[in-house]
């Protein structure tokens, strides 16, 4: 069993602050309070799990009885991000979609991307070689991102993505991130997100 730690409101007001100029370092300050933290607002509760296996057990139990995701506008801002597939989905739904998509689970073809995966990285240290050489900086956040993407791409769709598809995706990403981010930091988090503010606006238009 699993000891819940509840942020009191000195704890949570300076983590808000932290992670609104500093989003990895808010990150990391809750981490540092257990495998389980609970915080939030008078009717907003937020759990932030840091334990790999429970991270696992969440993610592989999300039927809607064990884990709901809920049905409020925060799932409905998710399903803009990231569509009605496994992340958002719940219930028959849920299986449905984790069943059609058990072949990209699978050891065998897991195992199989390893080369390919492999081949993106060695790819991406060249571009560091040639940086280094130069002289020029490099932004490790955005390499990382660019990574990622283009693994996503071979992992789900059996081919890479071109280098302008990938920047305009990350580009995306970023702009969707820091207006939920920010609103979520804010005194107007208990209004729902889909408010036409300007932040709404640039969320909108990043996401499409």
Not at 3 to 22: A, M, N, Q, V
Request: charged content about 25%.
């Amino acid at each position: 069993m699993q000891t819940i730690r509840k942020l009191g409101t000195r704890e949570l007001l300076s983590f808000f602050w932290t992670f609104k100029s500093d989003r990895l370092k808010g990150i990391e300050i809750l981490a540092s309070y257990g495998d389980v933290v609970e915080f939030g607002f008078p009717g907003q509760r937020y759990y932030m799990v840091n334990d790999p296996e429970l991270v696992g057990h969440i993610l592989t139990r999300t039927n809607g009885i064990d884990y709901d995701k809920g049905s409020d506008w925060r799932v409905e801002v998710a399903k803009q991000m990231f569509g009605d597939g496994l992340l958002t989905s719940i219930g028959d739904e849920w299986l449905q979609q984790r069943r059609l998509s058990s072949h990209v689970f699978h050891h065998t073809y897991i195992a199989n991307l390893a080369s390919k995966f492999t081949s993106n990285t060695e790819e991406m240290l060249m571009r560091w070689e040639r940086n280094y050489e130069s002289g020029e900086p490099l932004d490790i956040v955005h390499e990382m991102k660019y990574l990622a993407l283009d693994n996503i791409a071979e992992f789900l769709f059996g081919s890479r993505m071109g280098p302008h598809d990938i920047e305009s995706i990350i580009k995306a990403s970023d702009t969707a991130s820091s207006e939920l981010g920010s609103y979520l930091c804010s005194p107007f988090s208990f209004l729902p997100f889909p408010v036409p503010t300007s932040g709404y606006m640039k969320f909108k238009s990043a996401v499409r």
